[in-house]
C-alpha cells in the first residue's frame, strides 16, 4: 500500500530533550516536506527537501533541522525542543520536486507536547 | 508571497444539503494549482480535489467540485448532498509556480469547520 508513515504518532516530552521524528514513503517521491500545524493557523511549512541531500527552509524552520540521506526517509530533528513547538507535525511527499500540479500526500500526524 | 483566506471558522448544514466552503486567494505567479483538503476529527489529511490556474472547466470529483473564477481569485469548495461522514475541517491551499530555484509547497489557509447535522 501506497502510504507515508510517521513515528511516533504521540509524544510528550521534556524542554530541552532532542527528539527525532520520522517520515518513510514508500512511492519513490521525490519532494518530501514537513508542515506543523496549530490552531486557528492552518498548516505551514518547516522544511523541504527536493531530492536526496537536497534540503531548504520552508515558513517556521527555527528550532528544527531536517536530513535527507536516503530518497524514502525524511527525520525532523528537534534539538532542543520548546513548549512553543508543541503542535500537530504531518509529513508530506509528493512525486516530482515542483509540487505545482502534484498532490501532497500526507503521513498520518504526529502529536507533540513539549513540558 | 501566497495568500490563502478561508472567511467562515465554522458551519452548520443540515444533512443532504449543498455546503459551498469559501476560498480566496492571492498569488503574484501566473500558474499555481488550487487544493482542498479535508481533516476528520481522527487527524489525517485528506486530498479532495486539485484545480490548476490555466484548466479552464472546474475540477470535479464524486460529489466534491472546485468552483474556480479566476478573476475573483476565489477557488470555493461545493458538496453535494451532505453526509453526517463530511462533519470536519476543511483547508483550501495553493502551490506556487516551480521556478527551478526552489519549491515552497503548499500555503494552507486557517480552516473551516464543517459539522452535518442529522
Known amino acids: 500500500e501506497a502510504q507515508v508513515t510517521q513515528n511516533p504518532r504521540y509524544l510528550i516530552t521534556v524542554t530541552g530533550k532532542k527528539l527525532t521524528v520520522t517520515c518513510s514513503q514508500n512511492?519513490?517521491?521525490?519532494?518530501m516536506s514537513w508542515y506543523r500545524q496549530d490552531p486557528g493557523l492552518g498548516l505551514r511549512q518547516i522544511y523541504y527537501?527536493?531530492?536526496?541531500?537536497?534540503?531548504d527552509k520552508g515558513d517556521v524552520p527555527e528550532g528544527y533541522k531536517v536530513s535527507r540521506k536516503e530518497k524514502r526517509n525524511f527525520p525532523l530533528i528537534l534539538e532542543s525542543p520548546s513548549p512553543n513547538q508543541t503542535s500537530l507535525y504531518f509529513c508530506?511527499?509528493?512525486?516530482?520536486?515542483?509540487?505545482?500540479?502534484?498532490?501532497?500526500?500526507f503521513g498520518p500526524g504526529t502529536r507533540l507536547t513539549v513540558l | 508571497a501566497q495568500k490563502i483566506t478561508q472567511t467562515q471558522p465554522g458551519m452548520f448544514v443540515q444533512e443532504k444539503e449543498a455546503v459551498t466552503l469559501d476560498c480566496t486567494y492571492d498569488t503574484s505567479d501566473q500558474s499555481y494549482g488550487l487544493f482542498w483538503y479535508k481533516q476528520p476529527s481522527s487527524g489525517e489529511m485528506i486530498f479532495l480535489i486539485y484545480q490548476g490556474s490555466y484548466d479552464e472547466q472546474n475540477a470535479t470529483e464524486g460529489r466534491y467540485s472546485l468552483n474556480f473564477q479566476k478573476a475573483r481569485k476565489s477557488a470555493n469548495l461545493v458538496i453535494s448532498a451532505s453526509q453526517l461522514g463530511d462533519s470536519a475541517m476543511y483547508f483550501c491551499?495553493?502551490?506556487?509556480?516551480?521556478?527551478?530555484?526552489?519549491?515552497?509547497?503548499?500555503?494552507f489557509g486557517k480552516g473551516t469547520h464543517l459539522i452535518i447535522q442529522p
Open positions: 527537501s527536493m531530492n536526496v541531500e537536497v534540503t
Open positions: 508530506a511527499s509528493s512525486p516530482s520536486s515542483g509540487p505545482l500540479t502534484d498532490t501532497q500526500y
Open positions: 512511492m519513490n517521491h521525490e519532494y
Open positions: 491551499a495553493m502551490s506556487p509556480q516551480y521556478s527551478g530555484g526552489g519549491a515552497d509547497g503548499l500555503t
